[in-house]
């Protein structure tokens, strides 16, 4: 197995076709497929299985492909490392963190990163855990900050907690349920969920605390800003933290409608691959981020 052959796969898989690869890769096709051809031989397994349409993952196609992609990832990562020990380069840091809490803490923790480490470059990612942890796992990411469900196995990340937060229920101010108290008496409300419909999100999560059966998120979205927009325009509920409903941008939009009981306290963790050792920058963006967070999430 030589690294040219496994460049060659991912390009494979991310171009549809080994005719696009090729083009893309600027080599013919035969000896595209020669490479994916001894690729699979050395693993002794059928990575790919080809039509007409193009190329399709066979199963172990799959759980190569997330191996592939964070082997690429480490090179690159060494790469980049070694340039800036050197002074040819400059640090580059992903992060994923959750929609739930982005807006509040992203843009403290940037400033004092940059006020640290200007030469820094920061790729944000928004989403769940569900949708970061395999970036991070890939490589993609170095690290993730989201809230941590228990229902979630996180085997192969080393996980440091940073706070716990507390989910309210956020609408636009006049809402016609904004005198709900309970739960229950917002079960057929139109929820914008952040994960899709059937899945074990914070939405079903308080629900199911309180023996009820969780409401269809007819709504999908991980992104704060476009939710702030929905919840604007409608008549549609979302959880959110009650900081984030604070925040000057938001709080003259929307309102909370103050549930009789607190939904129950979720713990925010700050995620890293276990088998990975932190760039510098990535580690600076780590003490900005933890010196923001013990700052701005304040229980409530």
């Known amino acids: 197995m030589q690294l040219h052959q496994i460049r060659n796969f991912v390009a494979v898989v991310e171009n549809g076709s080994i005719r696009e690869a090729a083009r893309r890769l600027g080599v013919s096709q035969p000896a595209l497929t020669k490479s994916v051809h001894a690729l699979e031989e050395s693993i002794g397994a059928p ?3 080809r039509s007409v349409r193009g190329v399709k993952l066979t199963e172990p196609g799959r759980l190569f492909l997330a191996r592939a992609r964070s082997v690429q990832s480490d090179l690159k990562r060494a790469q980049e490392e070694i340039a800036e020990l050197a002074g040819k380069g400059r640090g580059r840091v992903a992060l ?3 929609s739930v809490i982005g807006a509040l803490l992203l843009p403290r923790t940037l400033v004092r990163l940059r006020e640290r480490r200007p030469d820094v470059d920061v790729r944000v990612v928004e989403g769940t855990q569900e949708t970061l942890l395999p970036l991070l796992r890939e490589g993609v990411l170095d690290l993730a900050a989201c ?7 996180t085997a192969g990340f080393t996980v440091r907690p940073l706070a716990r937060v507390r989910l309210v229920v956020a609408a636009r101010r006049g809402h016609p349920l904004r005198g709900a108290r309970t739960l229950a008496a917002l079960q057929q409300g139109l929820w914008i969920g952040i994960r899709p419909r059937g899945g074990s999100g914070m939405l079903e999560h308080a ?4 023996g009820l059966e ?4 007819r709504l999908q979205c991980d992104a704060f800003g476009i939710q702030v927009a929905m919840l604007c325009e409608s008549d549609a509920v979302a959880l959110m933290t009650r900081q984030m409903l604070q925040q000057p941008s938001v709080k003259p ?3 909370e409608i103050a549930l009789a009981r607190q939904l129950p306290l979720l713990t925010m963790g700050l995620y890293r691959r276990a088998d990975m050792q932190l760039t510098q920058a990535a580690g600076d963006l780590m003490q900005a981020l933890t010196s923001s967070t013990r700052e701005m999430l304040r229980i409530a």
């Not at 809230?147 to 196995?153: D, I, M, N, T, V």
């Not at 629900?207 to 309180?210: C, D, N, S």
């Not at 969780?214 to 998120?217: D, I, R």
Request: hydrophobic residues 45%; negative net charge.
């Open 47 to 49: 990575l790919l299985s």
């Open 96 to 98: 994923g963190i959750a």
């Open 147 to 153: 809230l941590k469900l228990e229902s979630e196995a």
């Open 207 to 210: 629900y199911r605390l309180e």
């Open 214 to 217: 969780p409401p269809p998120a």
């Open 253 to 255: 939009l929307l309102e």
